[in-house]
């Protein structure tokens, strides 16, 4: 068994390594010359939604908690990593990485102060109830945002209501490392005894607390670790788009993210890094293609959720996940027979 | 022993559980047996922290279990098998057996190996099935799950709530035959039951529950003969 679980380890390692070296071919070597730097974007979209999506999937898929307030853990990511790391470009010229280190930090940590704050109180409640705190708390970042904006702190960015002239320094390269770091943790996370206790604490909360598991402390946990992953996602937004405004983070963007975690099964982290890229790019790339149908983005969103719920109501991969290793071994089984014949 | 003084429970307003007070000896088999609504369970979610008590004392062994974390009564040797076998349905029975030695943690796994052992021998029909998943199980299969969960912690005493609830006459048999079993193991049991005629079968002592308070109390045999009781639980 360990011998397996390191092949598997291994195809895993190399499927991501493939990946950074496909990315690298396309952006790299210019294949794609003037539009290149619009597809760099949607890439870096698709990724930073990819941890967002798999951050919320924690709750929604393994904890059996809905949130709807996921667009204000990532604001609160986006403009505290935007706030330090703009502070500090004015006192002293760092690289860029390191920079990227700093906001990734700050906005994952500051998020994840918050998530904790806010969860003490909250996962006393559950079900609807928990989901109304958690819109109210991502409208009240929003609200304190646009309404007080930041005060001017220094020269170079323009502070208020909208917070221009960010460090653009989320470069594709370092986004992928920290895709795959994020879902990395958080597959670790669900697999430890924290993670098979979130299961029993969802699949039934009084033979959890019978076991001996500690549900409020479990749930308080992961819902920090769920915030911690928003603002992450949230600083590479920031560093990547140099412009902040609060209205990006408005209740239809949590929905958005909901929506494309039960698009792509809520319980299956690799279900939603399959539906996150498509999802988040695929609106992009069509109002890129036809421009008039921009403003039918929602629209699009919404016939995909009804078809997929009518026709697969658990999602693309219904709480299963998707292994690379054991569909190599589908395949080649089947050629091995296949030849035989 | 286990000891419950004068308590009382309420939920909101209503007054769910008034001045009871219960006494389990170490190696006996009690039961609490009253109708739908007397407050049975509550007494037991009490116990096990699950609810809040308004006042009165449960101790277990000098330790007071109000005091303590609800994660951490079992820790002192008090499993609880919840109403309605409550079951995690959608892991393995492996996984829920884990589950029930969770308070373990992660260095203690000869512990574990040796419950799970220990659960497999008393239990065969789980080990041929361990890998199966619990949603799959028959409702006597379940109850039976639910006891090798709680048996995995190790405990000195079982609280169980409504053992045969919605099993067979055949299944409720097996049910009591395996309490008999887990008490001659030296495990005390203190058995809440609709089943009064079966409960009081069984145990050695017993309380009846009516709305919130202690009514009768004495020898189980002594009971399962008195009129009030067969009037009111036995239907003759």
């Given at each position: 068994m360990p011998k397996k679980m390191k092949k598997n380890y291994l195809i895993c390692i190399i499927a991501v390594i493939v990946g950074f070296l496909l990315l690298s071919l396309l952006f790299d070597t210019g294949i794609l010359g003037k539009k290149s730097a619009y597809f760099n974007g949607l890439v870096v979209i698709g990724m930073f939604y990819t941890i967002i999506v798999c951050s919320l999937n924690l709750l929604t898929g393994y904890m059996g908690e809905f949130s709807l307030g996921h667009a204000g853990f990532m604001s609160i990511g986006a403009y505290a990593s935007a706030i330090v790391t703009t502070l500090i470009s004015d006192q002293v010229k760092l690289p860029s990485i390191v920079l990227y280190l700093i906001a990734i930090l700050v906005g994952s940590v500051a998020a994840g102060i918050i998530g904790f704050l806010v969860g003490i109180?909250?996962?006393r409640l559950s079900g609807d109830y928990l989901c109304i705190v958690t819109v109210a708390v991502a409208e009240i970042v929003r609200v304190v945002l646009s309404n007080f904006g930041i005060p001017a702190i220094t020269g170079s960015a323009t502070f208020g209501k909208s917070f221009a002239g960010i460090a653009k320094v989320s470069d594709y390269h370092y986004v992928y490392i920290t895709m795959v770091v994020c879902i990395f943790i958080m597959y670790c996370y669900i697999r430890s005894r924290y993670g098979r206790a979130l299961i029993a604490i969802r699949e039934d909360r009084i033979a959890a607390a019978a076991s001996g598991i500690n549900v409020t402390k479990t749930k308080v946990l992961t819902f920090t670790i769920s915030a911690f992953f928003a603002g992450t996602a949230g600083a590479i937004y920031a560093h990547y788009i140099t412009t902040l405004v609060p209205t990006y983070f408005n209740f239809s963007k949590s929905s958005e993210f909901l929506a494309i975690v039960i698009l792509g099964g809520s319980g299956s982290l690799t279900g939603s890094i399959v539906a996150a890229p498509i999802l988040s790019a695929l609106p992009q790339l069509i109002s890129y293609v036809v421009p008039a149908f921009a403003s039918y983005r929602m629209l699009i969103y919404a016939i995909i959720l009804v078809v997929v719920m009518i026709f697969k109501p658990t999602g693309l991969f219904g709480g299963r996940e998707f292994s690379l290793p054991k569909l190599l071994e589908k395949f080649t089984k089947k050629k091995a027979t296949e030849g035989k014949e | 022993m286990l000891k419950v003084e004068n308590l009382n429970v309420h939920y909101g307003v209503i007054h769910a559980i008034e001045d009871v007070s219960i006494e389990v000896n170490d190696g006996e088999i009690v039961t609490l047996i009253g109708a739908n609504g007397a407050g049975k369970t509550t007494i037991l979610h009490t116990i096990t922290g699950l609810k809040k008590a308004t006042s009165g004392s449960v101790t277990w062994d000098d330790t007071n279990?109000?005091?303590?974390e609800p994660s951490k009564?079992?820790?002192?040797?008090v499993a609880h098998v919840p109403e309605g076998r409550h079951v995690f349905v959608d892991m393995t029975v492996r996984e829920n057996l884990e589950m029930g030695a969770y308070m373990y943690g992660r260095k203690d796994k000869d512990k574990v190996i040796e419950r799970m052992d220990h659960v497999f021998e008393r239990f065969p029909r789980l080990k041929e099935r361990q890998n199966q998943l619990a949603g799959t199980f028959s409702g006597g299969e379940q109850q039976m799950l639910a006891v090798g969960r709680a048996l995995m912690s190790d405990p000195k005493i079982i609280l169980m709530d409504e053992p045969s609830m919605g099993l067979s006459p055949l299944l409720v048999q097996e049910i009591f035959d395996i309490i008999k079993e887990v008490n001659k193991q030296g495990i005390t049991v203190l058995l809440v039951e609709q089943n009064a005629k079966m409960a009081l079968k069984v145990a050695n002592r017993a309380y009846v529950l009516e709305t919130g308070k202690i009514k009768l109390s004495g020898d189980a045999k002594e009971l399962l003969n008195n009129d009030d009781v067969r009037k009111a639980y036995l239907g003759a």
């Open positions: 109180p909250a996962l | 279990l109000l005091a303590e009564i079992i820790t002192h040797g």
